[in-house]
Every structure is written in C-alpha cells, then in structure tokens.
C-alpha cells in the first residue's frame, strides 16, 4: 500500500515537471517568435501564378535590402486564385497584400470590409484618373496599379502563316470561319482553346461585349439593376451559339477539354494550333517562356464572333490591395510606396513588359506589336467589357457552363440563363437593389 | 470486477470540453447558419428558413452533383473491397515477396491525394501521358484518348485513382481479419470435403463479416466526402461530370456563399450519416 502510495506521488511528480517543462519550453518558443517577428516583418503577398515574375520578386529583394521588411510571394493557380483568396479573407487568414482585377471586381472581396483605404496615399498624385477611378469603389480608393491595363484580348495570330495560306485576316464571323477551314485544310488547328482552365472561354462572349454596350448604352445599368440579364442580351447568346459551333466544328481539335493555358506557347509557337483569343501583351510572355520567338511576328484582330468590330477594354487590369485585417498594414503601405518610386516603375515596366497602357503619369508603357494592330484595327471603337463593369459577372462560372455546351447538356441560352441564376443569387445575398 | 481499474468519471471532463468546443459547438453552428444568407460581401446576416435547402433539391444541378457523389462513392466502395478482399487471399498465403508484395500495395495509402492527383494528371495526359504512350506503343494507338477531358471516362479515370490509392487499405484490415480466423475450422471443412469456394463462402465469409462492415462503413464515407483527388484531377469537369459535393461547397464557399454553402455541408453530413448507419445497421444484422 505504502508502495504504491510512493508510485503514485512520483508519477503525479513526474507528470507535473514534465507538464511544466512542456509549458515553459512552449513559452520560451512563443516569446523567442515574438521577439523575432518584432525585429523582422514578412509581408505575405497574394497573386495568380502568372501575375508575378522575376522583376517582382526583385524589387521586393531590393526593398527587404532596404528596410528590413520581406516580402512573401504566395501563388496560386490562375483558375483557383480568387476562390482561394476569397476563401482566405472571409476566414480571417488573409494575406497582407493580395490582387484583384480592377473595376466592379473589386467589389468581389468586400472592398469596405477587408481592404485598407489608399485615397490619401502619395503616390495616388502621380496616378492617371482612369486607373484612380478603375481602383475605386464608392469614391474610395482601394488599390494600387501602378502598371496599367494588361488583357484586352483579341485573337493572336501569325501573319507569315496566313500570307502563306492565302488567308485574308477575318473581319466577320463568316470571313473567320474561312480563316478556320483554311487552316483545317492545311493541317493546322484553327484555334487554341484551353476549357480546362476555367478562366478563359468566356473571353469569346466577353468579346462581344463593346459591341452589345454600343447597340444598348444601358446595358450595364441594366444589368446591375436586374432589369435585363445576360440571356436577354442577344449579342451575348449568338457569341455562345457560333462559339457552340466552332467547336462541332472542331476549329479547337480533340484536346481541347484537356488544354491548359501553360501548354499554350509552345502549341502556337510550333505552328501545331493557328490563333488564340487572349490578352495582347500575350506575344511578351511567349518571349518569356520561348526566348528565341520575336514578338513582332504576331499579331491580333477583334473577336469577330457576332461580327464584332470593337476592343472590349477592361477597367485597368490587376491591381493590388491592402488586407484591412492586416496586422503590417503600414509595412505594406511602406511597400506600395517602394513599388511608386519612379525608378521602380520604370524597372517594372521595362522588365515586365506586359503593359499595354501606363498607369502612371509620366511613364511610357510599351504594347507589343499584337495590342497595337489590334487597336489600329478598332480605331475608335472600343469600350470597357462586362467583366469590370457588372456586379458579380464571374468569368470562371460561364466558363464552366460552356464546357456543359461543348457537350450538349446546355444550350447556349440556357448557359446564360443558369449564369444569370447564379448572379442573381450573389447579388441577392449582398443585398444589391433590384435583386 | 476489479473497480480500482475502472477509471473515475471525471477523466471524461477533458475529452468531453474539447469534443464540445471544437466538434459539436461548431457544427451546431454551422446548421444555424445554413438557414441564413451568410455571404462574403454583406456583413449582416439574415434568417431565410429553408430557402437555400428548397434552392439545392428544386434545381437539377444539385441533384446530378448528389447522384454523381454516390455513384463515387458505391462504384469506389465495391471494387476497393472485391479487389482488397482478392488481394488479401493472395497475400494471406505464405510465399517469399509475401511482405513485400504488401508493403508495395499499401504504400498508396500513405501517399497525400494531391500528390496522387497530380502524378495521375500527368499519366493521363491526352499528349504525352503515360497511358497513351504505352497504348501506341503496343500497337492499341487507337485506343487512346483524352481520359480527364472526355465525359464518357472522367468519371471512371477518378474512380479508378481512388480505388488504386485506398485498395491497400481494404487488403490490410482483410489480411488481420483472415489471420484471426481459427485454422480450426478451415481444417474442419477440409476433413468434410470442402472445395475452396464452399470454404470462402460457408467458413471464411462469414468469419470476416466485422472486417467487411469495416470496410464498407470506412469506405462509403471517403466516396461520400470525397474532395482532393477530384479537385486535382478534373475540379468537378469536365461539364460537371465529375462534380461531387464537396467540390460544389469549396466553389459556393470562394464565391462567397457561406450560407449556401454550410447548407450543402449539412446536407453532405446527414447523407453520410443516413448511409453509413444504415450500412452499419444492415450489417450488424447480418453478424448476429
């Protein structure tokens, strides 16, 4: 009985220093990451795979040199990107610094909510007012772009193959579909269209969207006040319908389902596939990824689907934010400070060359030769698009919807009619009037 | 009974307040929330009753995600238990590679889905995946195909990455389940003159019925939860014939839909509970 009366104080012994020990190794720990984080902060900085590249990791190598402050690059893939931040915010786990498009994309993230207000930031002065008012949501502004619009897309293509195949360059949908078979004859795939990556097949009703605003100047008030929806707008249901029937046609090929974006540069550059509808600094960032291509050797005309002739602009492409729930909020505001410095712009802008149209006075952007044509072409003829225009307009769910046209469960009305019920819940549940 | 064994109920007190805090406090939450507009762009938060539940069993959409979740998780279920079962048989018999043979076959399990999704992507790729090339080079060129991207086979390439990932799994609790049958009784049908498929079914079968229920039970609720692999291989494509539940409420939550989406979870939580009690029930049944 004594015995076990020993045991047992020793074992309660035992267990209380090693619970002790425990507990203070655990405080020595907490207190040693204190006194480290308290000498050197990390920004944790979010953003699209494709969105950061090597002159951005060294101007923020150049800043930690110059303030001690690091900065923590945290990509995700393009098609998950905003899923994943939204996902990140609204449980509290938000970066310092993330990207959003511009425009009433903003709005996707609750600007009020988790982004710091930048209006009376200094570098704001040296903005120009497009990219201030692309960064603003109720007369605040929520976000940086220093670089300026990046994707008004049109269709890339190579004019030495088409000289070569005697193909005029398309200015209508019937001229397109010429182009297409042309190139079908000559055993090449008209078109590179990635399904997979979700983010990108509704560029085609996306470019049809200046020409919808320009036969209906309403439009996006309409839509933004549930008066019409997408499946009212008959541009928008012949882009999705001669979009149905490119693909029987098999103008994307066998793969296209499959297709990725990265896989894209090499199927243009090996002359496999013939055209693409994308962004126009795209020719750029072929170069980056094949350094022997000229990007002079490309370039673009407007979407032709609805026989379309306009250049559907975005408000002023990615831009990037402060998390209000941020505990390095003036670290951050440091950081955007850093990236507005002049020498800083010039060396994005001369190392990054992906933007078509600066953002900042005083600076010149360089579009490639793709973007310029394609603006030659349109001349005067252009407008902002859906995307940066309509509340909750999510490219990645019409996107989505097309792949179940490709395969014949929805019709092209019914892919903007189920868009629209998904819109109309969103807008609903954010308490937009009209919905 | 030896009561100084028995420990004093107060232990429980513990166990029970973290169970409470982050198990059944949370997911009572998370009901009451379901039945209101929870979103990520309004800070208020309204009760709409069974709004979003009439919203996912009136629409088409929801339905085939549901049907497509099951089809998962009975298609995945049944192979991994015929195949783990068979391969148990095998591995139960004493020959050199025994060891090996079953380490090399668990040794999915211990592999994280992500890892097995991408690794599989590249397999399948229509282009320069693994499948595709062996195919051609065996002279079946014509058999190959876009096995992610065509909606005849997404459904079953994912199905059959999970069954590869987790028959393991079945094998080893088949494998304890045929060591712990008494050799006497397999010797006792061998005196009466049974052949080995009257073995299987009057002596091993019935004898492996815990093991069985095991797998069963286990298995449904990974096909009815599953998430990573399908996210990896297809993110519910191609057109949605690859959708699952879990893919849906991941979408409806980044969109911003906290509400919808916690009514989903619920319904995903009920479904799983239905299941697998019913399984669990029909089973014990069978082993008294």
């Known amino acids: 009985m004594k015995r076990n009366m ?29 006194a480290s984080s308290g000498e050197k902060v990390t920004l944790n900085f979010a953003a699209s795979q494709n969105w950061i590249l090597d002159v951005d990791r060294e101007l923020a190598k150049e800043f930690e040199e110059k303030t001690g402050i690091a900065v923590n690059f945290q990509l995700s893939p393009d098609d998950q990107y905003q899923t994943i931040i939204k996902s990140k915010l609204n449980t509290g786990e938000g970066p310092d610094i993330f990207m959003s498009y511009s425009g009433t994309k903003l709005k996707d993230f609750n600007p009020e909510k988790n982004m710091v207000d930048l209006s009376d930031e200094a570098w704001v002065a040296d903005q120009e007012q497009w990219a201030i008012d692309s960064s603003s949501y109720n007369g605040k502004l929520y976000a940086q772009n220093i670089a300026g619009v990046d994707d008004t897309n049109g269709v890339l293509y190579k004019p030495a193959v088409f000289e070569e195949l005697g193909i005029k360059v398309p200015a209508n949908y019937a001229e397109f579909k010429e182009a297409c078979d042309k190139l079908l004859e000559a055993g090449i795939t008209p078109v590179y269209e990635f399904v997979k990556d979700l983010w990108h097949t509704h560029y085609w009703m996306e470019g049809a969207s200046a020409l919808a605003l320009a036969n209906n100047p309403e439009l996006y008030n309409q839509l933004n006040s549930n008066e019409i929806g997408f499946a009212d707008v008959p541009e928008y249901v012949q882009a999705l319908e001669q979009l149905k029937e490119m693909e029987a046609a098999g103008y994307f090929g066998e793969n296209h389902m499959s297709n990725i974006y990265d896989n894209s540069y090499e199927a243009l550059d090996s ?8 962004h126009g600094s795209y020719p750029n960032e072929m170069k980056n990824n094949i350094p022997e291509l000229n990007p002079d050797d490309y370039s673009m005309f407007p979407s032709p689907l609805v026989d379309n002739e306009y250049v559907t602009l975005t408000a002023g492409g990615t831009t990037k934010c402060i998390n209000a729930g941020s505990e390095h909020i003036e670290e951050a505001k440091q950081y955007f400070d850093f990236l507005a410095e002049k020498a800083n712009v010039e060396k994005l802008y001369e190392e990054k060359p992906l933007y078509m149209m600066s953002a900042v006075k005083g600076i010149t952007a360089a579009p490639t030769k793709a973007f310029t044509d394609l603006m030659e072409i349109a001349g005067d003829k252009n407008a902002p698009g859906a995307e940066a225009s309509v509340y909750f307009y999510d490219g990645g769910k019409i996107s989505e919807l097309c792949q179940e046209m490709f395969v014949g469960s929805l019709t092209p009305q019914e892919v903007l009619e189920e868009f629209d019920n998904s819109r109309r819940a969103l807008a609903k549940d954010a308490g937009l009037e009209g919905f | 009974m030896n009561h100084k064994k028995i420990y004093p109920s107060y232990f429980t007190l513990l166990p029970l307040i973290l169970y409470l805090a982050f198990f059944i406090i949370p997911s009572f939450m998370g ?11 309004n800070d208020e938060i309204h009760f709409i009753g069974i709004d979003h539940f009439i919203d996912i069993f009136t629409n088409k959409r929801y339905i ?20 783990g079962f068979g391969m148990a048989l095998a591995l139960n018999k004493g020959f050199k590679t025994r060891n090996f043979l079953r ?21 399948y790729n229509p282009e320069y995946g693994v499948i595709n090339d062996f195919l051609s080079l065996i002279g079946l060129g014509g058999f190959t195909h876009d096995w992610l991207g065509d909606t005849k086979t997404a459904l079953g390439a994912v199905i059959a990455v999970e069954i590869w990932r987790l028959v393991g799994q079945n094998m080893v609790i088949y494998i304890a389940g045929l060591q712990a049958i008494s050799d006497d009784y397999l010797e006792a049908a061998d005196i009466d003159g049974a052949s080995g498929w009257q073995k299987l079914r009057y002596v091993i079968l019935p004898q492996m019925l815990p093991s069985i229920t095991i797998n069963l039970i286990l298995n449904l609720i990974a ?19 690859t959708e699952v539940l879990n893919t849906v409420i991941y979408k409806e939550y980044g969109s911003g839909r906290y509400g919808f989406s916690t009514a989903l979870g619920l319904i995903m939580f009920v479904f799983t509970c239905i299941v697998a009690f019913s399984v669990l029930k029909a089973m014990t049944k069978e082993e008294e």
Do not use: H, Q
């Open chain 1, 6 to 34: 020993t045991v047992k104080v020793l074992s309660g012994t035992m267990c209380m220093a090693m619970a002790a020990v425990t507990l203070a190794g655990t405080g020595i720990g907490g207190m040693k990451a204190e």
């Open chain 1, 271 to 278: 002359g496999k596939y013939g055209m693409i509808i994308i």
């Open chain 2, 31 to 41: 009901l009451a929330l379901s039945f209101t507009d929870w979103n990520a762009v």
């Open chain 2, 64 to 83: 085939l995600v549901i049907v497509n979740t099951l089809i998962f998780a009975v298609f995945t279920t049944v192979f991994k238990n015929v195949i």
């Open chain 2, 103 to 123: 380490t090399v076959f668990f040794f999915p399990v211990m592999l994280s889905p992500l890892i097995i999704g991408l690794v599989f992507k590249s397999i």
């Open chain 2, 223 to 241: 096909g009815l939860k599953v998430f990573d692999l399908v996210f990896v291989l297809t993110n519910g494509g191609p057109a949605r014939k």
